[in-house]
């Protein structure tokens, strides 16, 4: 059966939107609940070795819903697109949402809404 995973992007780390939460928490409240197979925090997917982390990890269907909390998810799906199309994953099982600004708490919340569809 294929895996669920969640990606964590925070635009280098530098960006004032992700300082109000510690990522890396983030990522252990969400693991703690088993709520996905596999977590990796990624400095920036849009630059050119994110399209090659992505379409390395997508390549060979082992992940059936890929989550990525980072930036705008209209925004995700066209930042992705070459990589999730070389690697012939279907687009619709990319699922994002925008944790910018947000604190850890909102942030955890935020992508539990978001696995719970
Ligand atoms: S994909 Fe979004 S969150 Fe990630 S680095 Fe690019 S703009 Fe920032």
């Known amino acids: 059966m294929g895996k669920k995973g969640?990606?964590?992007?925070?635009?280098?780390?530098?960006?004032?939107s992700?300082?109000?939460?510690?990522?890396?928490?983030?990522?252990?409240?969400?693991?703690?609940?088993?709520?996905?197979?596999?977590i990796?925090?990624?400095?920036?997917?849009?630059?050119?070795?994110?399209?090659t982390f992505l379409s390395t990890?997508?390549?060979g269907n082992?992940?059936?819903e890929l989550y990525v909390a980072g930036c705008d998810p209209t925004m995700q799906v066209k930042m992705?697109?070459?990589?999730?199309?070389?690697?012939?994953?279907d687009p619709s099982r990319l699922k994002g949402v925008d944790i910018r600004n947000m604190t850890t708490d909102q942030a955890?919340?935020?992508i539990k809404k978001l696995i719970a569809g």
């Open 6 to 16: 969640l990606l964590l992007c925070v635009c280098q780390g530098t960006c004032p």
């Open 18 to 38: 992700f300082q109000q939460m510690n990522i890396f928490e983030v990522g252990n409240a969400i693991r703690r609940e088993k709520l996905v197979d596999y």
């Open 40 to 51: 990796a925090i990624h400095p920036q997917l849009c630059a050119t070795d994110g399209d």
């Open 57 to 59: 990890l997508l390549h």
């Open 62 to 64: 082992s992940t059936d």
């Open 80 to 89: 992705y697109r070459d990589a999730m199309a070389s690697a012939g994953f």
């Open 108 to 110: 955890v919340q935020a």
